[in-house]
């Protein structure tokens, strides 16, 4: 293919967004593998008990390591912003509303508007294999087989978005075992390709809360015993689990260009492939089926493989597929490579374990940042390499140390590669990004501009302001980009909220003054435009700016996030029966006027409050009775002759 051709095909990255284990950011993801962390840890207790589990040697029922890849705060989630009760949140598998929030962080980070795309063919493909709530819920018994566990079953976790979001493309999850996250992407690109959406958004997501899964990793032999992936050493002893939550927002790459979108990276191809009957068994890996794919995938990017320049390997830390994999990439990318410039290979999984099915995507993020920085961080825990891997014949190196990538006359090219139990291989084929525009340089001298924030609540409002007067002083990420396009980037790339503020500044440091409260900017030039906007009228951003700006990072919604966990929801149980329905189960905010559908309160969650009443009341419920109410008021009215009654 000619470069025209490659980019008529070619995908951006336009967003991304993560949590991972010591990291709850892309930002704080670098700064990890920068410096070398090794962000795994001892099993908390609120997962399961790894004392009573814990064992040496591969006996029945145990569990060979104490140590995994946590992400902390799996309960923790802002149900306000997603219109559900409290009841409902709880009720929710924790990978739906941390995929949620995540999703809505890679939007922003994307500076694609969520009410825009609203009715749009969006697609969304969600890689996964675990539904832990789930079946930690039905282990309890029949009578935990309640109708609301609906929502936990796996086909929901890109339904979810697709609903909140009112996308109305392929919403599909993926489950191919380790290469769930990575085929998720592939089949994005496809969808985009193939002009079936036109925004997609590719994710994974994996939250380990039962032990069962390492239980039977430890009978195969295929635990590492210390909790940690061992990429490329001669004691990898294999698998080393993680949790994860990872999106990726993808566009064309021409729709990008024109839409002035910030591209992080571009996707030039993937491929995906089994291993067939290569191998003796399902569950062996097969070097033919990895030797295709690579092929596979850098025929359809239109790259010679020797050209490559780094690797983001599966990198599992298995003692049987590590000298598999690197045998295939040496076989490959090493073919007509320059002995000057030997491909440099590394793997996530040495810093936050291996995240399953979210795996990959923990690997395509890691290896767009690498692109953005330049720089390779070192692999960690390869201490002596395997002897079973020809080192000396591979052009290969597993970087120790944070290396610059090699300063060519091209952008860099790198492949992420994911493996599955399943036999399904994957590998994606992504550049670096052409440079960026140049930022707004304001004409003359420094003119005013206005900064529109708004959020869901005011303490959102609140804890807003304080992120962007950090963001725009002379220590914040902000400093870096020209006051203009932060103003216009935060107009006109993020959705406006019903609680505002608006302040109006000709500097980073007036701007951040304004929202700290320092007074004397009122009057000013476009004051009237910010009052407009604190009302809640729309603006015409267009005509404010007067042309288009460059869209520039900000920071993140701040989520007023509360703790969501069975068997803790009633911890906070003071106030009457009324109080105690209402907290639980309204959506938004109400009075005594509010009808009960408004909040949020339908028929479904009458049933569910009618059985929860009758727990609590000690009383027989008629749910004839109960759904004749039709306000907040009547509901206050009736709960109080319950009580009365009970006395």
């Given at each position: 293919?000619?470069?025209?051709?490659?980019d008529?095909?070619?995908?951006?990255?336009?967003?991304?967004?993560?949590?991972?284990?010591?990291?709850?950011?892309?930002?704080?993801?670098?700064?990890?593998?920068r410096?070398?962390?090794?962000a795994?840890?001892?099993?908390?207790?609120?997962?399961?008990?790894?004392?009573?589990?814990?064992?040496?040697?591969?006996?029945?029922?145990?569990?060979a390591?104490?140590r995994?890849?946590?992400?902390?705060?799996?309960?923790?989630?802002?149900?306000?912003?997603?219109?559900?009760?409290?009841?409902?949140?709880?009720?929710l598998?924790?990978?739906?509303?941390?995929?949620?929030?995540?999703?809505?962080?890679?939007l922003?980070?994307?500076?694609?508007?969520?009410?825009?795309?609203?009715g749009?063919?969006?697609?969304?493909?969600?890689?996964n294999?675990?539904?832990?709530?789930?079946?930690?819920?039905?282990?309890?018994?029949?009578?935990?087989?309640?109708?609301?566990?609906?929502?936990?079953?796996?086909?929901?976790?890109?339904?979810?978005?697709?609903h909140?979001?009112?996308?109305?493309?392929?919403?599909?999850?993926?489950?191919?075992?380790?290469?769930?996250?990575?085929?998720?992407?592939?089949?994005?690109?496809?969808?985009?390709?193939?002009?079936?959406?036109?925004?997609?958004?590719?994710?994974?997501?994996?939250?380990?809360?039962?032990?069962?899964?390492?239980v039977?990793?430890?009978?195969?032999?295929?635990?590492?015993?210390?909790?940690?992936?061992?990429?490329?050493?001669?004691?990898?002893?294999?698998?080393?689990?993680?949790?994860?939550?990872?999106?990726?927002?993808?566009?064309?790459?021409?729709?990008?260009?024109?839409?002035?979108?910030?591209?992080?990276?571009?996707?030039?191809?993937?491929?995906?492939g089994?291993?067939?009957?290569?191998?003796?068994?399902?569950?062996?890996?097969s070097?033919?089926?990895?030797?295709?794919?690579?092929?596979?995938?850098?025929?359809?990017?239109?790259?010679n493989?020797?050209?490559?320049?780094?690797?983001?390997?599966?990198?599992?830390?298995?003692?049987?597929?590590?000298?598999?994999?690197l045998?295939?990439?040496?076989?490959?990318?090493?073919?007509?490579?320059?002995?000057?410039?030997?491909?440099?290979v590394?793997?996530?999984?040495t810093?936050?374990?291996?995240?399953?099915?979210?795996?990959g995507?923990?690997?395509?993020?890691?290896?767009?940042?690498?692109?953005?920085?330049?720089?390779?961080?070192a692999?960690?825990?390869?201490?002596?390499?395997?002897p079973?891997?020809?080192?000396?014949?591979?052009?290969?190196?597993?970087?120790?140390?944070?290396?610059?990538?090699?300063?060519?006359?091209?952008?860099?090219?790198?492949g992420?590669?994911g493996?599955?139990s399943s036999?399904?291989?994957?590998?994606v084929?992504?550049?670096?990004?052409?440079?960026?525009?140049?930022?707004?340089a304001p004409?003359?001298?420094?003119?005013?501009?206005?900064?529109?924030?708004?959020?869901?609540?005011?303490?959102?409002?609140?804890?807003?302001?304080?992120?962007?007067?950090?963001?725009?002083?002379?220590?914040?990420?902000?400093?870096?980009?020209?006051?203009?396009?932060i103003?216009?980037?935060?107009?006109?790339?993020?959705?406006?909220?019903?609680?505002?503020?608006?302040?109006?500044?000709?500097?980073?440091?007036?701007?951040?003054?304004?929202?700290?409260?320092?007074?004397?900017?009122?009057?000013?030039?476009?004051?009237?435009?910010?009052?407009?906007y604190?009302?809640?009228?729309?603006?015409?951003?267009?005509?404010?700016?007067?042309?288009?700006?460059r869209?520039?990072?900000?920071?993140?919604?701040?989520?007023?996030?509360?703790?969501?966990?069975?068997?803790?929801?009633?911890?906070?149980?003071?106030?009457?029966?009324?109080?105690?329905?209402?907290?639980?189960?309204?959506?938004?905010g109400?009075?005594?006027?509010?009808?009960?559908?408004?909040i949020?309160?339908?028929?479904?969650?009458?049933?569910?409050?009618?059985?929860?009443?009758t727990?609590?009341?000690?009383?027989?419920?008629?749910?004839?009775?109960?759904?004749?109410?039709?306000?907040?008021?009547?509901l206050?009215?009736?709960?109080?002759?319950?009580?009365?009654?009970?006395?």
């Amino acid at each position: 293919m000619n470069r025209s051709d490659v980019d008529a095909r070619s995908v951006a990255v336009i967003g991304m967004a993560c949590r991972l284990p010591g990291a709850s950011g892309t930002d704080e993801l670098w700064a990890l593998l920068r410096d070398g962390v090794d962000a795994t840890s001892e099993t908390p207790p609120e997962r399961y008990d790894v004392d009573a589990l814990h064992s040496v040697g591969p006996g029945p029922g145990g569990i060979a390591s104490r140590r995994a890849g946590y992400v902390g705060q799996v309960a923790d989630f802002d149900a306000e912003f997603f219109g559900m009760s409290a009841t409902e949140a709880v009720e929710l598998d924790p990978q739906q509303r941390l995929l949620l929030m995540t999703a809505w962080e890679a939007l922003e980070d994307a500076g694609r508007r969520p009410d825009l795309l609203a009715g749009t063919r969006t697609g969304v493909f969600v890689g996964n294999a675990r539904a832990d709530y789930l079946e930690l819920a039905l282990r309890q018994g029949p009578e935990a087989a309640t109708a609301s566990q609906l929502n936990n079953f796996r086909s929901l976790l890109p339904a979810r978005l697709s609903h909140f979001f009112d996308f109305r493309g392929p919403s599909i999850v993926v489950d191919t075992a380790c290469s769930s996250s990575l085929v998720a992407v592939h089949q994005a690109v496809q969808s985009l390709r193939a002009g079936e959406s036109p925004l997609a958004l590719a994710a994974g997501v994996n939250i380990t809360l039962r032990p069962d899964e390492g239980v039977v990793m430890t009978q195969a032999d295929a635990m590492a015993a210390d909790g940690r992936s061992k990429f490329g050493d001669a004691h990898a002893d294999g698998h080393a689990p993680s949790d994860a939550v990872a999106v990726v927002v993808l566009k064309r790459l021409a729709d990008a260009l024109a839409d002035g979108d910030r591209i992080r990276a571009v996707i030039q191809g993937s491929a995906v492939g089994n291993d067939g009957r290569t191998s003796d068994t399902v569950l062996n890996p097969s070097l033919t089926g990895q030797l295709d794919v690579l092929r596979w995938a850098y025929e359809d990017a239109g790259v010679n493989p020797a050209d490559v320049d780094y690797v983001e390997a599966h990198g599992s830390g298995s003692p049987a597929l590590d000298p598999l994999e690197l045998a295939a990439l040496g076989r490959v990318l090493g073919e007509g490579r320059p002995a000057d410039r030997p491909l440099l290979v590394g793997s996530v999984k040495t810093n936050i374990g291996h995240a399953e099915a979210a795996g990959g995507l923990a690997g395509l993020i890691k290896t767009v940042l690498c692109l953005e920085h330049g720089q390779i961080p070192a692999s960690l825990h390869l201490d002596i390499p395997n002897p079973q891997v020809a080192w000396d014949e591979l052009p290969l190196v597993v970087p120790g140390k944070l290396l610059d990538l090699p300063e060519l006359d091209r952008p860099a090219v790198a492949g992420v590669s994911g493996q599955g139990s399943s036999a399904l291989n994957a590998h994606v084929v992504i550049r670096q990004a052409d440079p960026a525009g140049s930022a707004s340089a304001p004409p003359g001298r420094a003119k005013p501009y206005v900064l529109a924030l708004s959020a869901r609540s005011a303490a959102a409002l609140e804890a807003l302001a304080r992120s962007y007067a950090d963001h725009l002083g002379p220590d914040g990420a902000g400093a870096a980009y020209a006051l203009r396009d932060i103003c216009f980037s935060a107009a006109t790339r993020r959705q406006h909220h019903e609680h505002r503020l608006a302040v109006v500044g000709s500097t980073h440091a007036e701007i951040a003054a304004a929202l700290t409260g320092s007074p004397g900017l009122g009057g000013r030039p476009l004051s009237a435009v910010a009052e407009r906007y604190r009302r809640g009228d729309d603006v015409d951003w267009g005509k404010v700016f007067g042309r288009s700006g460059r869209f520039v990072p900000l920071p993140h919604y701040p989520w007023q996030t509360k703790r969501y966990w069975p068997g803790e929801e009633h911890a906070k149980d003071g106030g009457d029966l009324a109080s105690w329905v209402l907290r639980e189960h309204a959506r938004t905010g109400f009075d005594d006027g509010s009808t009960l559908t408004e909040i949020g309160i339908d028929s479904l969650a009458k049933l569910r409050i009618v059985v929860e009443l009758t727990k609590r009341s000690s009383q027989d419920i008629d749910p004839e009775e109960f759904g004749r109410l039709r306000t907040v008021g009547e509901l206050r009215r009736w709960t109080r002759s319950l009580e009365a009654a009970a006395r």
